[in-house]
């Protein structure tokens, strides 16, 4: 009699690619004082230029080059955007004789969860989980390390609170009188 053969379970490739992921998003995130300053990147003969040129290699940001790292990952998620307008909606808003896309030019959002999680996890950020656990998780890597960048943080908290935030919405106020208190209740004659 033979022994039943075993299979390897999908969960730990899954769970080895995760693992992967997240040793290279700490490493970076880790040397991330040096790494996104940019300042010692062309100097070859001290290991303070390793993590920066690592960082260049693996992500593409040059911080010699770039303004910060969040601004980086909004360009490129802009281009995303561009290229797959071009292909899918076959609309280009660059070309002169097609109509043009205010969104191309509106300041970067805050680089945060809530005002708009599509925003912040990007169809990138879908590719990479469901490359990286065979199911359509999204890690939003770029996002997450814009986080950790200097002043990442305090934008991801000012997104939060905007996203909770105080401010009411039109749609909102509407219900509220002058003072933000609720009208008293009355019932409708259908309801009586």
Not at 25 to 53: L, N, Q, Y
Not at 70 to 94: G, M, V
Not at 107 to 125: D, K, Q, V, Y
Request: net charge negative; hydrophobic share 40%.
């Amino acid at each position: 009699m033979t022994a039943p053969m075993t299979k390897k379970r999908p969960a730990g490739r899954a769970l080895r690619a995760v693992s992967t992921l997240a040793l290279l998003a700490s490493a970076a995130i880790g040397s991330s004082c040096s790494v996104f300053s940019g300042e010692k990147i062309d100097d070859h003969w001290t290991f303070d230029s390793v993590p920066p040129r690592v960082a260049r290699t693996m992500l593409g940001f040059d911080g010699s080059r770039e303004s910060s790292y969040r601004d980086f990952a909004w360009d490129r998620k802009q281009s995303i955007n561009l290229t797959l307008r071009r292909y899918f909606f076959n609309h280009n808003p660059l070309n002169p004789n097609q109509r043009s896309l205010d969104s191309l030019y509106e300041p970067r959002p805050a680089n945060s969860l809530l005002p708009n999680p599509l925003n912040f996890i990007h169809a990138e950020g879908f590719l990479i989980g469901w490359a990286a656990t065979g199911v359509p998780i999204p890690i939003p890597v770029d996002s997450i390390i814009g986080v950790f960048t200097p002043g990442g943080g305090e934008e991801f908290m000012e997104g939060l609170s905007n996203g909770f935030g105080s401010d009411q919405s039109d749609s909102t106020a509407a219900i509220y009188d002058a003072e933000g208190a609720l009208p008293p209740f009355e019932m409708s004659d259908h309801a009586r």
